[in-house]
Each structure stands twice: as structure tokens, then as C-alpha cells.
């Protein structure tokens, strides 16, 4: 199997791929009690215990961070709060020293995976380039930033094709430690759970679409590529000041997918990610599903996705029990109802992939690339980043998680009652890396690894050696 393994990702490092459109830094601070103390003393605990029983759901100024963040940290859980207020930002930059910048965003995250992996070419286009962001990118010969010159396409390093004056999108994850201890007035708190608060920028001036001078040579890109990877809508707002509409933007989004496709039919996947509007996640499913060929999501997502399509009782059903039986019945109409040719979902102790059963691809080819999208996970995970495809061998020395046996057993048992002789389903295990360096973008990974594999196997039936 190892041989197997290393041999597919040999092919798979010889395709070129295009990924789009959402990139941000992301700045870590690893929290300590003195800081969240300062912060409780500079606006007053009374006013943060007001603040936090108003539960603000969006951070406008700094009390409803604070506010916001203690909440987390008395509770423990992770959350995630937008600030939608762009003058913040110098306010957070005055009272945090960042311990750690590095990418964010789904399409940043896959461009340097696949970069840092030697695949032939990676174009990158995201719609705002700063320095700041441009510098997130790694220094490899083989990425690409397309720009448009005296009327030409022409592929940049990202780190020369940066703009001054382009906003830049900044995700501030504070990390904190079960075991933490701070004074909410005579209220001692100690933190009882390790996780994460992420203040994550929702500024108008973030939007996700291509410039319009770059728009006329997609077809030029879809041409050198052989896969596309699209994300980041979920950073869609329904309306903008400006009079511009979700609409306005995913109709541009679907011309985008169109020209792409336009000189030959490059293989698009769309990387989901959870929409908490049902209103603009109905917008997406309806208008971008049904253009592309690959969806990755995870369990959560599907059950978000099903919910919108008007499956309350099943998304309810996934949510509560999370039966692998029922995310195979919600995979099924998934790709039914937006025919789609794969859909893959990502879970933490199982990947699946789910085709119509006219899928050029055996389910045991199938099952191989599922298998080295874990193992590139696996790698990541242990890592902490993935530098070179070397890297890629620690991931195969990952185990299985030990839940393996029961996740096959009980899709054996969802195959069985239900109907499935009209698709190829596939399920494997996932490598589990007990104390990873950084869980950050592991989906990401599986849903790269997945898709690109996808490809090489695909371009292997067409063009068979010998």
C-alpha cells in the first residue's frame, strides 16, 4: 500500500491547479491570565458582566470583545464572534503582540500545501493582495499570482504581485489553556477547557469576486489548469452599502465558474464552509452547486446543507445522532438533487466519498484517494505544516483511529438498508494524530489531497502508460 500511496502522489504533483478566493492572516495569541485580567480592569468588571448578560452578537466596539471573550473563557467552549467594525482593528494591534502570523483562508491554505508539495503549477487569485498578506505566501517557484499587463495575462510570485492600499483581512485567534485563572470582580474563574476565540473580520470592504479586467482571460487559466478549487463564499454579506447584493456577487461567481470551463472542462470543486444565514446559504447551494463537480463539506455542513434543501428532519437527525446512515441518505440526494458528480464529506473519524455509479473511478480507486488525503492530513497534523512532499511519509506511519472498525461495520450496515446500487460509496477511516502540533486546515488538506488525487486517477484512465 505504501508503494501505492507514494506512486499516486507522484502523479498527483505532476497536475496544474488554480485556487480561489479567500485569503486572510490569521494572528495567534496564546492567552495568560494577567492579559485578560488588564482587560477586565481597563473597562471594569460591572460593565463586562453587563455587557456579557446583553450577548452581543457581533463585536461593534471593545467592551463586546471583552465581554464576548470572558464568556468563552468562563464556559470554556470555542467560539467564533465577527467584528464588523473596521476602525477595531487598530485598537486590537495597540493591545496584543501577535505570537504567531501565518495563512489563513481556505484558498491561501490549499495554494501553499499544494506549492510546498511540488505540484507543476499553482495559480492563486484572491481579489485583495496587501503585503501584509502577499507575504503569508511560501517562496516557491512554482506559485503564481495572475495579473494583467499591457492587455497580457502574466503569472507573478505572489509576493510580487502585491498592491499598496489593497484591505487586508485579519482573523485574531486568541488560544487559551483549561487551568487559566482571572478575577471577574470577587468571581474567581478558572478556565476549564482548552480552545479558541476567534474574532473573525467581517468588513464590508472584504468582498469575494475576480476584478473585472482579469475576468476575460478565466478561460485562459481554466486552459493551464487541470482542477480549480473555489471557496470563500461564506464571506458573502446579503447586502452592501454600496447597493450591491449577495445576488450581484454570486451571479459574477457563476460566470467566473462558466469561463473557466469555457476552452475545455476543467473540473471544478467548491470547498463548503458552514454559512450560519440559511437565507445566503440557500443563495450558494442553489446558485454554484449545480455548476461545479466536486463539493467537499463536512458532517455539520451537510446537515446545514440539507436543512436549506428542506430536509429539516434528516439535517435534525445528523446534528443530533451524526448516524453515518443518514449522512450517507443526505450524501445520496445531494448528489442527486445538484447533480453532482462527487461529493465528499470530512468528519473526525471518517472521510467518505459519494458518486453516481456511472463514476469512471473504481470504489477501490476511490478508496486510494481518500486514503492518501488522510494520510496528507495525518502529516499536517503531526507537523504542524507540510513542507515538501517528503512530509508526506510521517503521515503514512499515523495509525487509524480507533473508532476504525465500528465506522466500517456501521457503513456496512447504512449500505445494507439502504439503497445504493445506483452509486459507489466509500468510507475510510481517518488517521488520527493524538497530540497534533496544529488542527488548523486539516480539512482543508483532506479536501485538496481528496480532489487533486481524484484528478491524477482520472487523467491515469485517459491516458494509460504504455
Do not use: C
Amino acid at each position: 500500500m505504501v508503494i501505492h500511496m507514494l506512486q499516486l502522489l507522484e502523479d498527483t504533483r505532476k497536475l496544474s491547479m488554480f485556487t480561489a478566493y479567500n485569503t486572510n492572516v490569521d494572528a495567534i495569541v496564546y492567552l495568560k491570565g494577567e492579559m485578560i485580567q488588564k482587560l477586565i480592569d481597563e473597562f471594569g468588571a460591572e460593565a463586562v458582566r453587563r455587557r456579557m448578560e446583553e450577548y452581543p452578537r457581533e463585536i461593534r466596539e471593545p467592551l463586546d470583545f471583552v465581554a464576548r471573550l470572558v464568556h468563552a473563557l468562563k464556559t470554556g467552549k470555542p467560539m467564533a464572534v465577527p467584528l464588523v467594525n473596521e476602525e477595531l482593528q487598530s485598537w486590537f494591534d495597540s493591545h496584543f503582540n501577535y505570537d504567531v502570523e501565518r495563512m489563513g483562508g481556505q484558498a491561501g491554505i490549499i495554494a501553499n500545501l499544494l506549492a510546498n508539495l511540488g505540484f507543476r503549477k499553482v495559480i492563486i487569485y484572491t481579489p485583495h493582495l496587501a503585503k501584509r498578506q502577499a507575504e503569508m505566501f511560501v517562496r516557491k517557484p512554482n506559485l503564481f499570482y495572475p495579473v494583467v499587463e499591457d492587455g497580457k495575462l502574466v503569472l507573478r510570485h505572489p509576493w510580487e504581485a502585491y498592491r499598496e492600499g489593497d484591505p487586508v483581512k485579519v482573523n485574531r485567534i486568541f488560544e487559551f489553556r483549561a487551568g487559566t485563572t482571572f478575577k471577574l470582580g470577587d468571581e474567581r474563574i478558572v478556565v476549564p477547557f482548552s480552545g479558541r476565540f476567534i474574532v473573525s473580520a467581517r468588513f464590508e470592504s472584504i468582498r469575494i469576486y475576480t476584478e473585472e479586467k482579469l475576468k476575460p482571460f478565466l478561460p485562459e487559466i481554466g486552459l493551464m489548469s487541470d482542477g480549480a478549487i473555489l471557496s470563500g463564499y461564506q464571506g458573502i454579506k446579503l447586502r452592501y452599502s454600496d447597493g450591491k447584493d449577495a445576488n450581484h456577487y454570486l451571479r459574477e461567481a457563476k460566470k467566473d465558474i462558466l469561463l473557466l470551463k469555457r476552452e475545455k472542462d476543467v473540473k471544478v470543486h467548491l470547498e463548503f464552509a458552514s454559512i450560519q444565514n440559511r437565507t445566503l446559504r440557500k443563495k450558494v447551494i442553489y446558485n454554484l452547486f449545480p455548476l461545479v463537480d466536486s463539493v467537499g463539506m463536512d458532517e455539520a455542513e451537510i446537515a446545514y446543507v440539507l436543512s436549506a434543501l428542506g430536509y429539516e428532519k434528516l439535517a435534525e437527525r445528523i446534528f443530533t445522532y451524526n448516524r453515518i446512515e443518514d449522512t450517507v441518505l443526505g450524501g445520496k440526494i445531494l448528489i442527486d438533487e445538484m447533480n453532482l458528480e462527487l461529493l465528499q464529506v470530512h468528519t473526525i473519524y471518517y472521510i467518505m466519498y459519494i458518486a453516481h455509479a456511472d463514476n469512471p473511478l473504481s470504489e477501490d480507486e476511490l478508496r486510494e484517494s481518500l486514503e492518501l488525503a488522510t494520510t496528507l492530513a495525518a502529516a499536517r497534523a503531526s507537523l504542524g505544516e507540510i513542507r515538501s512532499q517528503e512530509d508526506f511519509r510521517v503521515g503514512l506511519s499515523v495509525p487509524y483511529n480507533k473508532r476504525g472498525e465500528y465506522v466500517k461495520l456501521r457503513f456496512e450496515e447504512a449500505k445494507r438498508r439502504l439503497r445504493t446500487k445506483e452509486y459507489k460509496l466509500v468510507i475510510i477511516p481517518t488517521r488520527l494524530v493524538q497530540n497534533p502540533v496544529s488542527t488548523v486546515g486539516l480539512g482543508d488538506t483532506i479536501s485538496a489531497g481528496a480532489f487533486t488525487s481524484y484528478l491524477a486517477m482520472l487523467k491515469r484512465k485517459e491516458h494509460p502508460r504504455g
